[in-house]
């Protein structure tokens, strides 16, 4: 097979593929159905043809018939006037007249003939086709009940057109959602890390420890000097391990109460005080008088 033969038969392949895919049986159906309709009528329209052509040679046959009559008549006027020679012309034109008709009739006979059979024709092709369109109906409705049951079943084991669109589109939302919030944990993270804050400060790591480490020797050197203040110094655990932040709340709250008191007595013997002194000013007062 040659290179252009081989190319044709796949090009011919291809073509009737993608018809087959194209091709809708109902449609199909509907077009043969109008197609043999044509075809009926264009029989029908050849038998009226036919049959005027048929009328006109039979008006022509009786217009040569009266001109039969019309002879006889003039031969027979011919002889009474003893005009032989005329009435011998009026019978040759009588015969040509016969002959005409006789011709008339073979060919009158003929398309009678072809008439009849045209009729029969038209009356089988129409019983074909009456019996075609009853079965174009059934075709047409099993075609379209199985179609449907074909969606159906499509539609429920999701392997149609449509839900195969569908579900890839539930897949690309899963993804793309994943891909959010996989990335929202990352931020979350990063925040957490403190990567931001280095991505805004020009210190290192190492800056930043020897700062945290400042900051908290600062912190102990001023609270041993508050407690030296106080007079609360307290030796270091022998764990050596720092109080929790509640324990620290909770040693401030009673450090604040035990001021509170103190306060408090303080103001009480100060009122006394002030009392015994007003006393005795009156007591002086009433002995000078």
């Not at 007249?97 to 009158?108: A, D, N, P, R, Y």
């Not at 805004?200 to 900051?215: A, Q, V, Y």
């Not at 106080?230 to 270091?236: D, H, M, Q, S």
């Amino acid at each position: 097979m040659g290179i252009l033969s081989r190319a044709s038969y796949v090009i011919r392949s291809k073509l009737n593929a993608l018809l087959n895919r194209a091709e809708d049986p109902t449609e199909t159906l509907d077009y043969s159905y109008e197609q043999m309709r044509d075809e009926l009528q264009d029989v029908k329209q050849g038998i009226a043809d036919l049959t005027t052509q048929k009328k006109r040679l039979e008006i022509q046959k009786r217009k040569l018939e009266e001109n039969v009559e019309k002879h006889n008549r003039q031969a027979r006027e011919a002889v009474q006037q003893d005009r032989d020679d005329l009435a011998r012309k009026a019978l040759e034109k009588k015969k040509s007249k016969m002959t005409q008709i006789e011709e008339l009739e073979g060919q009158i006979a003929k398309l009678n003939d072809t008439q009849d059979d045209l009729v029969e024709k038209k009356n089988k092709l129409q019983s074909r086709i009456e019996e075609f369109r009853t079965k174009k109906e059934s075709m047409k409705a099993r075609y379209q009940a199985a179609e449907a049951s074909s969606r159906v079943s499509e539609a429920m084991t999701g392997v149609g057109d449509e839900m195969e669109d569908v579900s890839r589109s539930i897949e690309r939302a899963e993804e793309r959602t994943e891909e959010m919030e996989a990335r929202a944990e990352a931020m979350d993270e990063l925040e957490d890390s403190g990567a931001f804050e280095d991505a805004l400060s020009d210190k290192d790591s190492i800056d930043r420890e020897l700062e945290g480490l400042s900051t908290n020797s600062e912190v102990d050197a001023e609270l041993e000097t508050l407690k030296g203040e106080l007079g609360k110094g307290e030796p270091a655990s022998d764990d050596g391990e720092a109080s929790t932040d509640e324990e620290i709340d909770d040693e401030l709250a009673e450090i604040e109460s035990e001021i509170d008191g103190d306060d408090l007595e303080a103001d009480l013997d100060d009122g006394e005080a002030d009392a015994e002194l007003e006393e005795s000013e009156v007591d002086a007062d009433e002995q000078r008088n």
